[in-house]
């Protein structure tokens, strides 16, 4: 199994973990954090590995512990302080990793709580774990690009120089982002001001400002969009149609029908709903296989992009969003969700679709 696939192992057992972890930091130790350091490919029950209450006796305070310590030949690695599920990880709970950072060869300290992992290092001054970290992992959003970042702290690719390399990097671009992010929402007056006086010859009073202010966040989104809406235009044009006609099957019809608008606009939260069902049915199918489907009524996910194997419905275009399901027979129920994440709570149902389209196919003889 590979390193994402074990991590979306993980992520799947959230919803049935939630209530019983919440506020509770034993439990959420038992049930994330060690199954994640076992993911990373260390022994939790090797004390050669991983040293559990890990004690670094730190000036005047004497026995301290942090909750882990990853080992590599006798000497800790990285260190990780845990809180329990629910808990806002702010800089405060980061104290005793501060303190055993500078008294310890460790180069890397973790702040989690189970599902959030704050990975830190000394980017900013030497055997001073630095106030933000360098790199975020949450489990309810597992992104591509932060896993072959986190892969690099499993236990076959670890690689100290390498990490501490890019650590510096990783650590800006995400400020960067975080900034970027921030003035999409309230961008601020030299952010404006900058944009404003590429087009605009008159004098910058403040009613001026105050509308550009309102054109410059909508120009920011209405970017955003586009670009996701090529990005999704050339991949379905990468995908060559299949041939079924209007009279073979109606619901490919009345799809196609729905289908022709120039107008529709794929949302983020479609976006995210898609990588939700791919991400839960990669443990039954392969993940290429689950296509989505965009329509002016809905966004449909489908099993190789053929309407007669419908898998769910994403109704996203209103404030309550709605997952449709459908049964045995292709009957849609509509449920009402309130985020996203919901989705989760539906796994066992979405790989229950799945099922007989691939039971149909494993009774298809295939040409030789």
Known sequence: MDFIDRLHELAAQLPKLTDAISGN?????????????????Y?????????????????????????????KDGKPIILIECKSYGTDLAVAHASQL???????????????????YNFFSDVDAPNKMDQKPFLVFDLRDISESVVAELKKFTKTSFDIDNIVSTASELKYT?????????????????????????????????????????IVRQAL????????????????????????????????????????????????????GYF??????????????????DTKSYCGIL??????RPICRLH??????????????????????????????????LKAVVGPYLEDQSGVAHPS
């Open 98 to 116: 501060y303190r055993y950072f500078s008294v310890t060869e460790a180069r890397f300290g973790v702040l989690t709580n189970g599902v959030v």
């Open 303 to 308: 099993l190789d992009d053929n309407s007669r």
């Open 221 to 272: 989104k209405q970017f955003v969009n586009d670009q996701i809406n090529e990005r999704l235009k050339s991949a379905l044009a990468s995908v060559e149609p299949a041939a079924i006609s209007p009279e073979a099957d109606p619901q490919a019809a009345s799809e196609e029908e729905d289908r022709d608008d120039r107008k529709i606009v794929t949302s983020q939260d479609e976006i995210d």
């Open 276 to 293: 939700v069902v791919k991400s839960i049915l990669r443990e039954v199918v392969d993940p290429k296989r689950v296509k989505m489907r």
């Open 174 to 214: 995400r400020e960067i982002k975080r900034l970027i992010s921030v003035q999409m929402t309230e961008p601020d007056d030299a952010f404006v001001r900058y944009f404003a006086a590429q087009v605009y010859p008159g004098r910058m009073v403040q009613t001026v400002r105050e509308q550009f202010a309102n």
């Open 316 to 349: 996203f275009n209103r404030s309550q969003k709605y997952l449709g399901m459908f049964d045995s027979s292709k009957n849609e129920t509509r449920i009402p969700i309130k985020s996203v994440d919901d989705i989760y709570q539906y796994a066992e149902q």
């Open 25 to 41: 930091e034993e439990a959420t130790k038992n049930a994330l954090v060690m199954p994640f350091m076992n993911a990373l490919g």
């Open 43 to 71: 022994n939790v029950f090797n004390p050669t590995e991983v040293v559990p209450e890990f004690t670094a006796d730190v000036g005047t305070k004497k026995g301290e512990k942090v909750d882990y310590a990853v080992m």
